[in-house]
Nanobody, 123 residues
C-alpha cells in the first residue's frame, strides 16, 4: 500500500506560481513512477505530468508544457509540481498518483491516488 498526501494548493492570480508537493508513505517510493492529474468541475480527470522512478525522465501534457515542471526527492519520498504562468483554465483539483510501473503516462497505469488539492487561478 502507498498513501499519498498532496499540499500546496490555493488561490493565485493569473500569471502567478504555485508549488504542489506530494509525500508518500508505505511502499518503497523510489520504485514508483509518479504522476500528476487534474479535474475541473464537470470535466474528466486529465493527465498533467509524469516523472520516472529515478527522476531522470519526465513527460507533460501539451497544455502545461513549458509552464509546469515536476521533480522528485526520493530521500524524502516527495514529488513536486512547480506551476508557473498559471492561467484561469488551470483551475482544478490536482491529484498525485503512484504507479507500479517505473514510468507511466496513462490514467489506468496508476494504482494509488492522493486526496487532491484545490488550485484556483483568478483572472
Amino acid at each position: 500500500q502507498v498513501q499519498l498526501v498532496e499540499s500546496g494548493g490555493g488561490l493565485v492570480q493569473a500569471g502567478g506560481s504555485l508549488r504542489l508537493s506530494c509525500t508518500a508513505s508505505g511502499r518503497t517510493f523510489s520504485n514508483n513512477g509518479m504522476g500528476w492529474f487534474r479535474q475541473a468541475p464537470g470535466k474528466e480527470r486529465e493527465f498533467v505530468a509524469a516523472i520516472s522512478s529515478s527522476g531522470g525522465s519526465t513527460y507533460y501534457a501539451d497544455s502545461v508544457k513549458g509552464r509546469f515542471t515536476t521533480s522528485r526527492d526520493n530521500a524524502k519520498s516527495t514529488v513536486f509540481l512547480q506551476m508557473n504562468g498559471l492561467k484561469p483554465e488551470d483551475t482544478a483539483v490536482y491529484y498525485c498518483a503512484a504507479s507500479y510501473s517505473s514510468f507511466a503516462i496513462r490514467y489506468r497505469q496508476y494504482n494509488y491516488w492522493g486526496q487532491g488539492t484545490q488550485v484556483t487561478v483568478s483572472s
